[in-house]
């Protein structure tokens, strides 16, 4: 599914730049669905634990998924099943590790310390001497989550989950774009989806036993799903159609911040004047790497093309959303950006 960037622009956009602000607010509407839906995760938890959250999420968003894509298992090989597996199980490392961090630490840091996976994805694979000062600027905001050093200010296991999160985030963003070129549509993240789905089962039965099935829980747990899930990639979906892929990319920089408001408003988790200053830093590093990435895009490309399952074998991914856990793409020269948050 391609369309011309520049053309389908013009056609959502007649009024200039005001004409933007639909497919702005669909992106706008998508994040905070994320990250308000993970909010409602966290307060689940006490209920289902941690992994049985994740479990409900995952088989949920699966179930919808493979009901709306209804992929093909036939015909595939045996590099591309690999490619899959491998995918779908770095979209259950991201989600567990994730949603194991916020049971420890705040939303706003532990969004904050993920998103440095994928930055610094960005920001090697770029090899441009710029991207020296991005990672500059993030490392900035890590000493400052640390209270100056050594995170004394929050859990260490929290922060280290965190971490780990943010490597199986720059794994899930490199998988996303090889499932991409060999499965068509979404039908490889609908088949990823199961795989998470089936990994986790075992762990949540573990964890959480017969409180998975309580009538709340799975309520709650579907909620999760189409709030973390089902509805920002249908929301992003749109979105795409219509944006400039360095606008999507910049408003996914903000994930962050989005995910420190739903904490403060769903959880009454406040942030120290440290914490948000770092959170800015970190929005501000990821932001200049997508700008310096699209900048050198366009300097070698003569047309952008928006795609929701593919991205060049040289691109450099950039991170989009904190918790959606789907993987589509805007396809350019340069500047294909993957959506995962896989959260």
Same mark, same amino acid.
């Given at each position: 599914?391609?369309?011309?960037?520049?053309?389908?622009?013009?056609?959502?956009?007649?009024?200039?730049?005001? @004409? #933007? +602000? &639909?497919? *702005?607010? =669909?992106? /706008? %509407?998508?994040?905070?669905? $994320?990250?308000?839906?993970?909010?409602?995760?966290?307060?689940?938890?006490?209920?289902? @634990? #941690? +992994? &049985?959250? *994740?479990? =409900?999420? /995952? %088989?949920?968003?699966?179930? $919808?998924?493979?009901?709306?894509?209804?992929?093909?298992?036939?015909?595939?090989?045996?590099?591309?099943? &690999?490619? *899959?597996?491998?995918?779908?199980?770095?979209?259950?490392?991201?989600?567990?590790?994730?949603?194991?961090?916020?049971?420890?630490?705040?939303?706003?840091?532990?969004?904050?310390?993920?998103?440095?996976?994928?930055?610094?994805?960005?920001?090697?694979?770029?090899?441009?001497?710029?991207?020296?000062?991005?990672?500059?600027?993030?490392?900035?905001?890590?000493?400052?989550?640390?209270?100056?050093?050594?995170?004394?200010?929050?859990?260490?296991?929290?922060?280290?989950?965190?971490?780990?999160?943010?490597?199986?985030?720059?794994?899930?963003?490199?998988?996303?774009?090889?499932?991409?070129?060999?499965?068509?549509?979404?039908?490889?993240?609908?088949?990823?989806?199961?795989?998470?789905?089936?990994?986790?089962?075992?762990?949540?039965?573990?964890?959480?036993?017969?409180?998975?099935?309580?009538?709340?829980?799975?309520?709650?747990?579907?909620?999760?799903?189409?709030?973390?899930?089902?509805?920002?990639?249908?929301?992003?979906?749109?979105?795409?159609?219509?944006?400039?892929?360095?606008?999507?990319?910049?408003?996914?920089?903000?994930?962050?911040?989005?995910?420190?408001?739903?904490?403060?408003?769903?959880?009454?988790?406040?942030?120290?004047?440290?914490?948000?200053?770092?959170?800015?830093?970190?929005?501000?590093?990821?932001?200049?790497?997508?700008?310096?990435?699209?900048?050198?895009?366009?300097?070698?490309?003569?047309?952008?093309?928006?795609?929701?399952?593919?991205?060049?074998?040289?691109?450099?991914?950039?991170?989009?959303?904190?918790?959606?856990?789907?993987?589509?793409?805007?396809?350019?020269?340069?500047?294909?950006?993957?959506?995962?948050?896989?959260?």
């Amino acid at each position: 599914m391609a369309v011309d960037a520049s053309r389908s622009g013009q056609e959502a956009a007649p009024g200039g730049r005001w @004409g #933007a +602000l &639909g497919p *702005v607010g =669909l992106v /706008l %509407a998508g994040g905070i669905s $994320v990250q308000f839906g993970g909010a409602i995760a966290v307060s689940v938890m006490p209920k289902a @634990g #941690a +992994l &049985g959250i *994740v479990t =409900l999420r /995952l %088989a949920f968003a699966a179930l $919808v998924l493979m009901i709306v894509c209804r992929p093909r298992v036939r015909g595939y090989s045996r590099a591309d099943w &690999g490619t *899959v597996v491998a995918f779908g199980v770095a979209m259950a490392g991201m989600n567990g590790l994730f949603y194991q961090s916020v049971a420890r630490i705040p939303m706003g840091p532990a969004v904050t310390l993920e998103v440095l996976g994928p930055l610094a994805l960005s920001v090697f694979a770029s090899r441009r001497a710029v991207n020296l000062v991005w990672a500059g600027l993030a490392l900035c905001g890590v000493f400052l989550l640390g209270g100056g050093g050594g995170f004394s200010g929050l859990d260490p296991v929290g922060v280290a989950y965190a971490l780990g999160a943010g490597v199986m985030w720059a794994t899930y963003i490199l998988f996303s774009a090889r499932t991409g070129r060999r499965f068509p549509q979404a039908d490889g993240l609908a088949l990823a989806m199961v795989v998470a789905a089936v990994l986790f089962l075992p762990l949540g039965l573990v964890e959480s036993g017969d409180k998975l099935v309580r009538p709340e829980v799975l309520a709650l747990g579907a909620a999760v799903a189409v709030m973390s899930s089902v509805l920002p990639y249908t929301l992003e979906l749109l979105a795409l159609r219509r944006l400039p892929a360095s606008t999507f990319a910049i408003m996914m920089s903000l994930e962050p911040a989005i995910a420190a408001i739903a904490g403060f408003l769903v959880l009454n988790q406040a942030l120290s004047v440290n914490e948000a200053l770092a959170i800015s830093l970190v929005i501000a590093a990821s932001m200049g790497a997508v700008r310096t990435q699209v900048g050198r895009g366009k300097a070698r490309k003569s047309g952008d093309v928006v795609s929701v399952s593919g991205a060049t074998p040289d691109a450099v991914l950039l991170p989009t959303e904190g918790a959606a856990g789907h993987a589509g793409h805007i396809k350019g020269a340069e500047e294909p950006v993957s959506e995962t948050s896989g959260k």
